[in-house]
């Protein structure tokens, strides 16, 4: 989608708007949202970030995706200089050279990650005023690339349904946390499972109960340790996939996912897949780093690791992969 599209879709006379959800956990669907919402979204947004009309902002994400409309959202709302570059993992190499200052810009991991390996890309955005960077999960590695960034960075917690995001948790600097900041008017609550439960009126209508399995504070602010749909069942003992791999990259940049499969004893058991061929040396890190039920029973080697578009890890997809490599042995 264009960015004249979505401003024609944007001031027709319909009240609502098409979005499509990521699909990180199984196939995205369509859902109408309400253009009011989004504005409100938006507002409380930029309120948060001290933006004010005329700062620059940086279209750097694809428009299908409820991230990418935000960002023009909240520069309709609050007045801000949209610059607008092709989506891709180096969108600060595609800036024009007369603009020397960015405001605000909204990332996904992996565009950060890339930037970050060219100096003059590196000099950009850590330039840029207010960072956000949604859409995936921040590891160690990057997380301690940003800690002495000079200006504001931030991990957004959301989704399509809330419109984008309804918390925040600073990545650098004297308030660097591990804990997400609810915006003001959210509501956080945990079901008897330990998911997160929003209630942002806002934003959404009705009370929407998430598949994150967070720990919530009494003052409001939570957690995030992992995806209740990415829990593993063997042998009676639950295994958090995100938790597996935050354990492992710490001793390894090699890129994994973990994932589970069938097995007829345990019910469920714990299967990596890497881009590595080095599967004694994976092996060997598990012996040595991870609880003794949380290693995989099999590695094996794919030429990707599967992604959404928007580049989570896909999960529906990996646990296809993990089962059919182990029929085929």
């Known amino acids: 989608m264009q960015i004249e599209e979505f401003l024609e879709e944007w001031h027709n006379d319909c009240d609502t708007l098409l979005v499509h959800t990521s699909g990180s956990t199984g196939n995205p669907k369509p859902l109408w949202v ?29 428009l299908d995706y409820i991230a990418g409309k935000m960002m023009v959202v909240r520069s309709l709302v609050s007045q801000l200089r949209l610059t607008t570059v092709e989506p891709s993992s180096h969108p600060l190499a595609l800036l024009p050279p007369s603009l ?25 955005i850590m330039d840029i005023r207010q960072l956000i960077i949604g859409g995936g999960s921040i590891d160690d590695q990057l997380a301690a690339q940003l800690r002495d960034f000079p200006h504001a960075v931030w991990s957004t917690y959301g989704m399509t349904e809330t419109l984008s995001h309804i918390a925040l948790r600073r990545l650098n600097g004297p308030q660097r946390s591990e804990w997400y900041k609810p915006f003001e008017g959210v509501g956080l609550s945990v079901t008897a499972e330990g998911c997160l439960t929003i209630d942002a009126p806002a934003v959404h209508e ?39 791999e935050r354990l492992l990259h710490a001793y390894t940049d ?76």
């Open 34 to 62: 309400e253009k009011r919402r989004m504005e409100a979204s938006a507002r409380i947004t930029c309120r948060f970030l001290g933006l004010k009309a005329g700062d620059t902002a940086l279209l750097c994400l694809p």
């Open 254 to 329: 090699v890129p994994l996912m973990i994932t589970r499969a069938p097995h007829p004893v345990l019910g469920q058991q714990v299967v990596m897949l890497t881009e590595s061929d080095d599967r004694e040396g994976l092996r060997n890190i598990c012996r040595n780093h991870l609880p003794r039920y949380w290693q995989p029973r099999s590695i094996f080697t794919v030429a990707h690791l599967p992604q959404t578009a928007t580049g989570k890890p896909a999960r529906a997809e990996a646990e296809q992969m993990a089962v059919a490599h182990g029929m085929h042995g």
């Open 100 to 124: 020397q200052q960015i405001d605000f810009a909204a990332m996904v991991p992996l565009q950060v990650c890339q930037s970050l390996k060219n100096d003059e890309q590196r000099q950009r």
């Open 206 to 244: 009705g009370v929407l109960v998430t598949n994150d399995i967070v720990e919530l504070r009494a003052d409001g602010c939570f957690r995030i340790l992992g995806r209740r749909d990415n829990v593993i069942c063997s042998g009676g003992i639950k295994i958090q996939m995100e938790e597996v």
